[in-house]
C-alpha cells in the first residue's frame, strides 16, 4: 500500500508561480514512476509531469518550459514537487499525484485545486 498526500494548491494570478508537493508513504520501494495529472472542468485528466526512480522526466507539452518536476527522498518517504511557473487561466484545474508501481497497479491522490486568475 501507498499513501499520498498533496499540498500546495491555491489561487494565484496569471504569471505567478504555485508548488504543488505530493508525500509517498508505505511502501515506496514498489513506487516506479511519481507524476502530476491534471482535470479542469469538462475535460479529460492528463499529464503533466512524471518523473521515474532514477530521474528521469517527461512533460505535457502545454507545460514544457514552464513548469519543473522533482522529487527528494527520506528514510520513509518521497516526495514529488511540481514547480509552477508563469501560469495561465488554462492551467486552472485540480491537479492530482500518482504513483505507478505496475502496468495494473496504481494510487491516486485525493486532488489539490489550482485557480489562476486572469
Known amino acids: 500500500q501507498v499513501q499520498l498526500v498533496e499540498s500546495g494548491g491555491g489561487l494565484v494570478q496569471a504569471g505567478g508561480s504555485l508548488r504543488l508537493s505530493c508525500a509517498a508513504s508505505g511502501n515506496i520501494f514498489s513506487i516506479n514512476v511519481m507524476g502530476w495529472y491534471r482535470q479542469a472542468p469538462r475535460k479529460q485528466r492528463e499529464l503533466v509531469a512524471s518523473i521515474t526512480s532514477i530521474g528521469s522526466t517527461i512533460y505535457g507539452d502545454s507545460v514544457k518550459g514552464r513548469f519543473t518536476i522533482s522529487r527528494g527522498n527520506a528514510k520513509n518517504t518521497v516526495t514529488v514537487y511540481l514547480q509552477m511557473n508563469s501560469l495561465k487561466p488554462e492551467d486552472t484545474a485540480v491537479y492530482y499525484c500518482?504513483?505507478?508501481?505496475?502496468?495494473?497497479?496504481?494510487?491516486w491522490g485525493q486532488g489539490t485545486q489550482v485557480t489562476v486568475s486572469s
Open positions: 500518482k504513483a505507478v508501481v505496475s502496468a495494473t497497479l496504481a494510487y
